[in-house]
């Protein structure tokens, strides 16, 4: 019998759904283990591809999160039990 994961991942690689699934499971990452006050200046746009794409008004967040660069793809990636977070892309 197969898992529930299973069936999950076979329909997300049948539909191609697999990017927004990915996103999905990043949002609720994000969510559960990056601290409010970093929530609240950097917003997750989209995940395509390998990149997450985040967004900030303020430079001094933007440098932040290059500075932390690995730091945050090594974190999402722990959660996501696999390396599906190549690359961080802020605007």
């Known amino acids: 019998m197969k ?4 069936i999950i991942n ?7 759904i697999g990017d927004e699934y990915i996103f ?3 949002l609720n990452i994000w969510n559960k283990f990056f601290p409010d006050i970093v929530k ?7 995940f395509e591809k390998g990149i997450l794409y985040m967004q900030s008004d303020s430079a001094a967040w933007k440098k932040e999160i290059l500075l932390r660069k690995s730091e945050i793809i090594d974190k999402f990636n722990l959660h996501l039990e696999k390396n599906i977070i190549k690359k961080l892309n802020i605007l």
């Open 3 to 6: 898992s529930i994961e299973n």
């Open 10 to 16: 076979e329909f997300v690689d049948e539909y191609e």
């Open 24 to 26: 999905s499971k990043v």
């Open 40 to 46: 609240n200046n950097i917003k997750l746009i989209k």
